[in-house]
């Protein structure tokens, strides 16, 4: 009886992980061309990372795979390079659970310039709750995977749109500190 056939499991539902989140982006609705090449180039880099998740050979010692972890780091990069396509940066965190014991990443918390701007932190406020009942919705998480994920990233999809408006009005005459 080998021990590392469980793993081998984790390895698969990473796997599938991946090939969620990129069905979520190549999903995501854009009228901007460059915006739809970004989110596709996202997705082409998680399709990669799951090739290369069920490539690892049964028996293989409990350890992340380099190419895969790879082609999550690029992912995560361009989702970085590329603000506009409302992507988290730790989406690779998602992909990664089955196969790491870290906590899931929330959004760091927005910074509107004038704290009177009720609306903003209310939504922010929504947004957080959110995401924190997801993360902690463990069997959700882990027996309707994709119906998880889905929710997850409309959340955090939510929250980049929002730090975007953030920053647009912080960034008015008005607003200037």
Request: charged share 30%; with cysteine; glycine share 2%.
């Amino acid at each position: 009886m080998s021990t590392t056939a469980p793993f081998v499991g984790q390895y698969a539902q990473a796997a599938q992980r991946a090939r969620v989140v990129a069905e979520i982006a190549r999903d995501r609705f854009t009228t901007d061309p460059s915006i739809r090449a970004t989110l596709y180039a996202i997705a082409e880099r998680l399709d990669a990372a799951a090739r290369e998740f069920v490539a690892v050979p049964p028996g293989a010692y409990e350890e992340l795979p380099t190419e895969a972890c790879e082609e999550l780091f690029m992912a995560e990069q361009i989702a970085v390079d590329h603000p506009a396509a409302r992507f988290p940066a730790e989406l690779g965190e998602y992909v990664l659970v089955p196969l790491v014991d870290r906590e899931l990443p929330f959004p760091r918390r927005l910074d509107p310039a004038r704290p009177e701007f009720a609306k903003f932190a209310q939504r922010e406020t929504e947004q957080a709750h959110a995401l924190h009942l997801l993360h902690a919705d463990g069997p959700h998480q882990w027996e309707r995977t994709d119906d998880w994920l889905r929710q997850v990233f409309k959340v955090w999809e939510k929250h980049l749109r929002l730090a975007a408006e953030i920053a647009v009005d912080n960034g008015r005459p008005c607003n200037q500190r």
